[in-house]
C-alpha cells in the first residue's frame, strides 16, 4: 500500500519570501514521486518528478525537490515566490514494479502569494 | 495537438439522471484514467483502463461504470446521478511500460464540473 501525506492545507507566503510545501509518502517498494500544480479551473500540471538517480529534482518555474529516503520525503521548495505560483501543489506516488497502475494523491496544499 | 479533451465542461443534474462523461486523448498512450476531486481529499481514482479492452476499479468506483471505446476513448457513466457525486472529474492518461518508462507519468484533461441537485 501507498500513501501521501501533505502537511498544511493552506500555505502564505510574501512575494520573494522561500516557499516550502511538505510531502510525505509511505511505500512498501521504491516509490516513484511526483508534484503536481493546479491553477484555478484548469487540470493537473506535472511540476517535476523524481524516478531514480539524483535527488534534487529541478521542475518548471524554479521548483525543484528534494528526494530523501531515510525522512520518507520529498518537499517541494523554490527560493522566491512569485505572484503567479499561487495555485493548489499535489504531490503523488506512484510504485515500481507491475502492480499499482495509478498514481495515490495526497490532499493538496493551497499556495497564496501576498504582495 | 490537443492532449487530453474532456466534454462536457460543466454539468448540472437532478438526482436519478444519468450521463455519460467523455474523455478523447491524442497522444496515443496505452492508460487511461478517471478521478474525481473533492476539496480536502485530493485525487481520488475512480475506474482506470491499463491498455484497450482492459478496465478496473480504482478507489471509489461505487455509481459509476466505465467503457474504453478504443484507445483513443475512455468514457465514464453515471447511470443514477446523487449529490454525493457533485465533484470534478479528470481523466488522465499515461505511458505504460511500452517505453520502458514504468513510473507512470499521468497527463491531465481540463476536468468536467458536475453539480447532482
Known amino acids: 500500500a501507498q500513501s501521501v501525506t501533505q502537511l498544511g492545507s493552506h500555505v502564505s507566503v510574501s512575494e520573494g519570501a522561500l516557499v516550502l510545501l511538505r510531502c510525505n509518502y509511505s511505500?512498501?517498494?521504491?516509490?516513484?514521486l511526483f508534484w503536481y500544480v493546479q491553477y484555478p479551473n484548469q487540470g493537473l500540471q506535472l511540476l517535476l518528478k523524481?524516478?531514480?538517480?539524483?535527488?534534487l529534482v529541478k521542475g518548471i518555474n524554479g521548483f525543484e525537490a528534494e528526494f530523501k529516503k531515510s525522512e520518507t520525503s520529498f518537499h517541494l521548495t523554490k527560493p522566491s515566490a512569485h505572484m503567479s505560483d499561487a495555485a493548489e501543489y499535489f504531490c503523488a506516488v506512484s510504485q515500481s514494479g507491475t502492480g499499482r497502475r495509478a498514481l495515490t494523491f495526497g490532499s493538496g496544499t493551497r499556495l497564496q502569494v501576498q504582495p | 495537438n490537443a492532449g487530453v479533451t474532456q466534454t462536457p465542461k460543466f454539468q448540472v443534474l437532478k438526482t436519478g439522471q444519468s450521463m455519460t462523461l467523455q474523455c478523447a486523448q491524442d497522444?496515443?498512450?496505452?492508460?487511461m484514467y478517471w478521478y474525481r476531486q473533492d476539496p480536502g481529499m485530493g485525487l481520488r481514482l475512480i475506474y482506470y483502463?491499463?491498455?484497450?479492452?482492459?478496465?478496473d476499479k480504482g478507489e471509489v468506483p461505487n455509481g459509476y461504470n466505465v467503457s474504453r471505446l478504443n484507445k483513443r476513448e475512455f468514457s465514464l457513466r453515471l447511470e443514477s446521478a446523487a449529490p454525493s457525486q457533485t465533484s470534478v472529474y479528470f481523466c488522465a492518461i499515461s505511458e505504460w511500460f511500452t517505453s520502458g518508462n514504468s513510473y507512470n507519468e499521468q497527463f491531465f484533461g481540463p476536468g468536467t464540473r458536475l453539480t447532482v441537485l
Open positions: 511505500s512498501s517498494v521504491p516509490p516513484y
Open positions: 483502463s491499463a491498455s484497450e479492452g482492459t478496465t
Open positions: 497522444m496515443n498512450h496505452n492508460s
Open positions: 523524481y524516478t531514480t538517480g539524483a535527488t
